[in-house]
């Protein structure tokens, strides 16, 4: 496959996961990523400088060594993505709520000194981004259209919220961390079956607790 071809057959499978789809607010930090805003008023959007900000994410993890890299994320639908990112590229996580001081107490058990953190939603995992900020780590972030981003060195604006839009994003920033690594090549394969990437968007994705399915069923009753 060409890499016209693949960068296609991405570009198509994040569109498919809602990866452009944003909020009815767009702040001033995010204008410059939305590419339109929908007759409903929600804005949407530039999804080529969605993949090109991954690719720049991933560049840069892989630069920094996933060994010194902390995933930090405590929004909805996130542990599934969290932690097939992980598994794949050897970063550490923490999910759910970030301990104060984490990154800035040496006192404390839990104190660590990454190299490099990153976020799912910058409102969601302040916390997490004010210690990285003081404690004079970079840090990248996934953002939607209503997010403040001041306090990010790197912004992938993309839709955060959804559960297939979240997975696609991890998805598709593991994928860079291993092709700029020269783990896999391009078209996801590798010398071995530890660094073939032969998980897709699906694998990513959180599912739907029973009572979740249940409610979306109801609604669609309706």
Known sequence: MSGQAMAQ???????????????PVCTKFMARYVGAETAGGTYSFDLE????????????IARTGTDGLIVCSAREHTRTPVERFCELTGAKKILGRFMPGT?????LPHYIEPKLVLVSDPAVDSQAIVEATNAGIPVIGMANTDNVTSMLDVVIPTNNRGRKSLAAAYWMLAREVLVTRGDIDEA??????RHSMDLDIEDFEDKMSIDEASEEGDEGEE
């Open 103 to 107: 990154l800035t107490n040496p006192s």
């Open 9 to 23: 057959g991405i570009g198509a499978k994040m569109e498919a996961a809602g990866a452009r789809v944003g909020t």
């Open 188 to 193: 996801g394969a590798g010398e071995d079956n």
């Open 49 to 60: 400088l969605t993949i090109a900000r991954l690719r720049t994410a991933g560049r840069m």
